[in-house]
């Protein structure tokens, strides 16, 4: 569980506040305004949980307003990339529970990759028209999927991109990818706020288009510079 405060709190009066219920073991840990609360097992799929803040200050000694938050986690459910028949190139959901499967992405498209948030809220893709010419990167765009509301909604990114390897931050607020200009003049990684959207270059012409990776708290990520090097870079805030 992470939670992200507006600013910069006094660590020890929100570890004391902090509550969860059911009762779940675990380890606090921080990096920055962000605390993290990490369960030292697994958490069962389809249960709520009451997380509350009393008598948490900041570090002027300001008061936060004690408050609970009710979590959900999510039904056991995966998605996956169709190879066969109507399903080829398709993303699906199939819920274990009912034996349900729905198909997420329209029959015109074809998707290349995808990957869903850590809560379980949101999926990337990339994809192109099936009638385009596949073989040509730049017909591929990048697409984000709210997985509660079932709309989708096609993210607007350079025309001249190559897009790869998305990889989603930890708190699930944004994602980043992989590009190479077409035109040969950029290269790097950029990060997406699904919230503001907008994009926040982290690596511009200092990164191949190879997989690169985030720490667990959201506030590093490692890649490969154009050099052959392996980076450990910061995350602006």
């Known amino acids: 569980f992470l939670f992200r405060f507006s600013r910069l709190m006094d660590q020890k009066s929100v570890e004391q506040g902090?509550?969860?219920?059911?009762?779940?073991p675990g380890k606090m840990s921080w990096s920055g305004r962000t605390f993290a609360y990490t369960p030292d097992q697994a958490i069962?799929?389809?249960?709520?949980?009451v997380v509350s803040f009393k008598q948490a200050y900041d570090v002027d000694r300001r008061e936060l307003p004690a408050q609970s938050?009710?979590?959900v986690t999510a039904p056991y459910r995966f998605a996956y990339l169709g190879t066969e028949g109507g399903e080829n190139g398709r993303i699906l959901q199939y819920t274990l529970?009912?034996?349900e499967k729905i198909f997420i992405t329209s029959a015109d498209l074809f998707v290349q990759s995808f990957e869903i948030s850590p809560d379980g809220n949101h999926l990337a893709f990339l994809a192109a028209n099936r009638k385009a010419n596949l073989h040509d990167r730049k017909v591929f765009d990048l697409y984000l999927y709210d997985?509660?509301?079932?709309?989708?909604?096609?993210i607007v990114t350079d025309e001249?991109?190559?897009?790869?390897?998305?990889?989603?931050?930890?708190?699930?607020?944004?994602?980043?990818?992989t590009f190479v200009a077409t035109n040969g003049i950029a290269e790097g990684i950029v990060l997406y706020d699904i919230a503001t959207k907008q994009?926040?270059?982290?690596a511009k012409d200092n990164a191949?288009?190879?997989?690169?990776?985030f720490s667990p708290d959201g506030s590093q990520l490692v890649y490969v510079d154009t050099n052959g090097a392996l980076i450990l870079g910061s995350i602006p805030d």
């Open 147 to 154: 997985l509660k509301l079932r709309d989708q909604r096609l």
């Open 160 to 177: 001249n991109w190559s897009m790869d390897n998305i990889r989603w931050l930890p708190d699930s607020q944004g994602f980043g990818v």
């Open 69 to 71: 938050i009710t979590i």
């Open 97 to 99: 529970a009912g034996k």
């Open 18 to 24: 902090f509550s969860i219920s059911p009762q779940l």
């Open 208 to 213: 191949r288009g190879y997989a690169f990776h």
């Open 199 to 202: 994009w926040t270059f982290v």
């Open 44 to 49: 069962a799929y389809g249960q709520s949980y």
